[in-house]
Each structure stands twice: as C-alpha cells, then as structure tokens.
C-alpha cells in the first residue's frame, strides 16, 4: 500500500469504520478528503454508493485555500464530493436537510476552535448514535466528546 503521509491514521480509521458518508468541516489543506476518497476509489467502492461532503468557507472566510484550488486537487477522482462553501452553521442545516444524518464526521483543529459555538448547536442535526465524530486538535485525529444528542421526534 502507498503511503499518504500524514493522512496514514485517519485512512486506516476510515477504512475500519467503512462509512457510507463522510463529512467534513473545514477542508485545511484540502488534501484530507482527496485521500480518504483516493483509498476508497482504489478499494473499488462504487461511485454513488458513499456520500462524501465537505463544508468549508474557502477564501470568502479567511481561509488559505480557494475553491478553485481544491476543485484542481478532486480531478481525476470518480468520488466527488458535494461542496457547501458556507459558513458551519448554515452548512450543517444544509447538510441535514439534504443528506441526513452522516456515518463519519471530520473536523478540522482550525473550525473546532473558532466554531465552536456553531458545531455546539448544530452539530447533533447530522448525527445519530452510531455517528463517529473525530477532530485533530492534537495533531492526531481522536474521537470528538460531545454533548449533542440527536432530536428525536415522537412518531
């Protein structure tokens, strides 16, 4: 297997949770979700079969990569991801109107930090019980404690 660096430890997690939707607040670098959508392309997983999104403000929000660029390194995937360039909170709505509740959370150490008020209130709109959420606020991705439960609605 090739090595992807600093992405190792959150494919091996990716690979042992084996979601069928990942999503990810603040992109960072943009190489994250390359990665992870690289080793399931070449684990053969269909396109269609896995939802991959990604939240993120891009340049509009201060931040260093622009969406023009991190569109440049999807190329070539048969994975792509639905993009929400938009602020956390309207993302995640956005998000749980959409698509649901996700399998697989990634938050960047960067939105955990100045978000963390936003991921607070609405965070627990797109997860569940079974919902991993993982932050690298260490430098190292580890499950994310939060007090979020998802609302339940009487049927």
Not at 31 to 52: C, F, H, N, Y
Not at 97 to 126: C, P, Q, W, Y
Request: hydrophobic share 45%; proline share 5%.
């Amino acid at each position: 297997m090739l090595s992807r660096g600093e992405h190792d430890g959150l494919l091996k997690v990716v690979r042992d949770k084996r979601p069928s939707s990942i999503l990810e607040i603040g992109v960072g670098d943009g190489s994250r979700m390359p990665a992870i959508l690289s080793m399931l392309d070449e684990s053969g997983i269909q396109p269609g079969v896995i939802k991959a999104i990604v939240i993120d403000e891009f340049e509009l929000g201060g931040g260093t990569l622009a969406m023009r660029d991190y569109h440049r390194q999807l190329a070539g995937l048969t994975i792509r991801p639905v993009i929400f360039p938009e602020p956390v909170g309207r993302g995640l709505v956005n998000v749980a109107h959409r698509f649901g509740a996700m399998d697989l959370i990634l938050i960047d150490s960067a939105v955990d930090a100045t978000n963390a008020a936003e991921l607070a209130t609405f965070l627990g709109k797109v997860t569940r019980a079974t919902t991993s959420v993982l932050t690298n606020t260490s430098g190292r991705w580890a499950i994310r404690h939060t007090d979020c439960e998802p609302i339940r609605r009487a049927a």
